[in-house]
């Protein structure tokens, strides 16, 4: 029996032998086959891992910044609100609380730590949990997570481990940390670190403090549950469990803790927005005219064109930060002051806020032709309602938010009535600029960039009024003529090209026949003197200077162009002005010095073009002329503001008061004004304040005002130089004047109200 037993147990060994033999066969057999099989499957299921080139150089949208000239951020233009910056420009106190309490072992592991892999195989299914912030910077960069299923989110999850370790391969600890912080959106178009330090605390960050730096980084598990704007006693629960953990992990001590934690969140809200801030009109042209084309025609390394809204350009200009707030401060001071007095104004008008002038039909067409241009009536094109529903959406009051100098008014109109109420606003563009380099220091151009979007420095045109005489007088300074040359005061007439007369008239004809300087005539915008010199030298060559001098504006070479019939930018008319303060040379204004690339590589330099206009002598002579506008002419009112350095300047009215302008020059800085209704038929309909030292000087007085007191801007108040080579002309005209030349012809609160009165 014994025998026959393990015989038994010998033949049953034999067969499990046998057995396994077999399945280590079959294994062998088929391992190729599986290692396929799984090969496959994984390739299907992690094609879409990034490869080492995207891990390196990951697509991320970056915001192009606009900087100023001191080099401190203007603006953004974003698709995504994000500046990268890196790890040491980030305070440690916001590395201390995202390590603290998002990772604690981030120091430790190399992308998976094993308790949190634990802690996420227990909750799986239930949200994830307790990824390293290596993992988190997986998932934020390369996919966005879905919870829909836990079989997924699973599958998601060995994806960011795989990212995960293959980054800790490739960056430093410290590196990742500064990609997680730069890549995290906090809400109120502030992703990343740096723009969320500006929006929620107006600081950098590296200047973050240790409880703000705890708001943010408490933010990072719900960016708006924890959000100090909408929530803010929740924020302050969060921050402090974020300061708890800075205090576990020895990041703070317990005295640091108890003292901090009983802080309010102090916020400094202030979110990025594409319609306020600084500069908006200047930022708007470049972004608009400027950028946008310039991206079109420049291609990346890759061969595609840049984009301004994703690359992270560096657009450097040349905008003076305190003189652009000095000018947006002068701008609302006068123009709150004039409104006041222009709605006073409009009461006593029938057709308000148009001129009595105007006929019915005349309003009916200017109001249609609006509401054509309207936002509403292409969104209602474009959704192609019929013109009774159009008619209706205009005529039905509507709830809605409108403009007024005392803040925005919560109110109910009819969209046609709110047309007409936008129009009773008077607008304005303003300009300042160096004459030597022709940078443009400050630019603004309306009175509110989120209700008023048109830009009137460059893109508006408006008639010149008597600021373009100065243009004639220097086409006579260059033939040869002096400041004291004397010319008759009588009416002139000159013959236009289809065979009229054209016979400008002054506003005051009383001195009719008196011998004038030139320098008093211009100083008085004397119309009979500027049609004198005109028929000397004929409409050509009054418009051939004109574009040597830098404008581009459609010119007629009609005689009254001498008289500012043309329609002109400020933008042009402050750079042409601006060539007799350089000496005689015109340089193109310019806004913009260099772009770069996100990594500061410099893609192009900017240069402004120039032009030898008139000698350094003669120019001095204009500059001379146009002193005596200041000193005793329509511009004395400058004395009334207490400037009374050396400046020349002209004036501007044009027919009706419908554009004021003042030009004015000192040796290191230009600037002109222009103020008057959106349509030409909004104006005042006295002289007194409708001319332009009334409604365009005093934005001029107010800005020079604070840049003379700001201590900081270095603006000469002295003489213009005088040539190095000595004048042969007599620059003091009073004793070729009847009058005493320092009491004005005409009253100096009054420039020339006809301005071109008389178009051929």
């Known amino acids: 029996m014994a025998k026959e037993n393990n015989s038994a147990k010998a033949g049953a060994g034999e067969k499990s032998k046998y057995r396994r033999i077999i399945r280590i066969l079959w294994m ?50 974003y698709a995504e609100n994000r500046v990268n910056v890196s790890y040491k420009k980030i305070d440690q106190d916001v590395i201390n609380a995202l390590i603290a309490t998002e990772d604690e072992r981030y120091r430790e592991h190399s992308g998976i730590d094993g308790k949190s892999l634990i802690r996420a195989v ?23 997570a879905d919870y829909s299923s836990a079989v997924k989110r699973v599958y998601q999850k ?19 940390v500064a990609m997680y912080l730069n890549k995290y959106d906090f809400n109120y178009n502030a992703v990343g670190i740096k723009s969320a330090a500006k929006v929620y605390f107006a600081t950098t960050p590296d200047s973050l403090k240790t409880e703000e730096a705890a708001v943010l980084i408490g933010m990072c598990q719900n960016p708006s549950r924890w959000n100090p704007k909408l929530n803010p006693k929740d924020a302050v629960t969060r921050r402090n469990v974020v300061l708890g953990q800075m205090l576990k992990n020895g990041f703070l001590t317990r005295t640091q803790f108890d003292s901090l934690k009983e802080l309010p969140i102090v916020l400094h809200f202030s979110p990025e927005s594409h319609n306020e801030g600084q500069a908006m009109y ?145 607008q304005t563009g303003f300009m300042a600029m160096e004459p030597q380099t022709g940078y443009i220091r400050a ?35 260059q033939e040869g003529w002096s400041p004291c040359d004397q010319v008759p005061n009588v009416r002139t007439c000159i013959t236009t ?21 030139l320098k008093k005539a211009l100083a008085n915008s004397v119309n009979y003197v500027t049609a004198y010199i005109m028929k000397q030298f004929g409409p050509n060559a009054v418009v051939d200077f004109a574009r040597r001098v830098g404008i581009t504006s459609p010119l007629d070479p009609v005689p009254s162009i001498c008289l500012g019939s043309a329609d002109i930018s400020v933008y042009e008319m402050v750079g042409a002005n601006s060539t007799f303060a350089n000496k005689g040379t015109w340089i193109e204004p310019t806004f913009i010095t260099r772009i770069e690339d996100k990594n500061g590589k410099v893609l192009e330099d900017f240069i402004p073009k120039s032009n030898e206009v008139l ?51 000192t040796p290191d800085l230009a600037a002109g004004a222009w103020v008057g209704g959106e349509d030409r038929s909004v104006h005042f309909d006295n002289t007194s304040e409708g001319q332009g030292a009334s409604m365009a000087l005093p934005i001029w007085a107010y800005f020079f005002q604070k840049v003379y007191a700001d201590k900081s801007i270095k603006i000469s108040k002295g003489e213009f130089p005088r040539p190095s080579k000595k004048l042969m002309m007599d620059l003091d005209c009073s004793k070729y004047d009847k009058d005493d030349d320092k009491e004005p012809i005409y009253d100096p609160n009054f420039d020339d109200p006809f301005g071109p009165d008389s178009n051929p």
């Open 122 to 144: 227990v909750k799986m299914g239930g949200g994830g949990g307790g990824s390293t912030i290596t993992q988190q910077l997986a998932k934020m960069q390369f996919h966005k």
């Open 282 to 426: 200047f930022r708007e042209y470049l972004r608009e005219n400027m950028l946008k084309k310039w991206c079109k025609e420049h291609l990346k390394p890759n061969g595609k064109p840049y984009d301004l809204y994703r690359d992270g350009l560096k657009v450097y200009t040349t905008i003076d930060p305190r003189m652009q707030k000095y000018a947006e401060e002068a701008v609302t001071k006068h123009m709150t002051e004039l409104q006041a007095s222009f709605d006073k104004s409009l009461k006593k008008k029938k057709n308000a806020p148009f001129s009595w002038r105007v006929k019915p039909d005349e309003i009916e067409k200017i109001m249609n032709s609006a509401k054509k241009r309207s936002e509403r009536y292409h969104n209602l094109k474009e959704a192609k309602a019929s013109d009774e529903e159009i008619e209706k959406s205009f005529t039905t009051p509507t709830k809605m938010r409108v403009f007024s100098w005392k803040g925005d008014i919560d109110t109910t109109m009819t969209p046609m009535d709110s047309i007409r109420y936008y129009k009773s606003f008077l």
């Open 615 to 665: 000698s350094e002598e003669k120019a001095y002579l204009m500059i001379n002329l146009m002193q005596g506008v200041v000193q005793y002419g329509t511009g004395a009112r400058l004395h009334r503001y207490k400037l009374n350095n050396p400046i020349a300047g002209k004036t501007g009215t044009t027919q009706n008061n419908s554009d004021g302008w003042f030009i004015g020059l």
């Open 28 to 77: 062998l057999f088929l391992a190729p086959f599986v290692s396929l099989f799984l090969l496959i499957i994984g390739i299907l299921l992690f094609a879409d891992l990034p490869d080492v080139e995207e891990l390196q150089n990951p697509e991320s949208n970056l915001a192009s910044v606009v900087y100023a000239s001191d080099g401190k951020e203007l603006g953004r233009f």
């Open 158 to 176: 060995f994806k960011e481990w795989i990212i995960a370790v293959r980054l800790e391969r490739l960056y430093t600890k410290e590196e990742i």
């Open 497 to 517: 090209a289809n065979g009229k007369e054209w016979c400008p008239d002054n506003s005051d004809n009383k001195l009719n026949g008196q011998m004038l300087t």
């Open 443 to 477: 630019w603004v151009g309306g009175i509110n960039f989120r209700h008023f979007k048109y830009d009137h420095v460059k893109e508006g045109r408006r008639q010149v009024g008597s600021t373009f005489k100065p243009l004639v007088y220097a086409l006579a300074i």
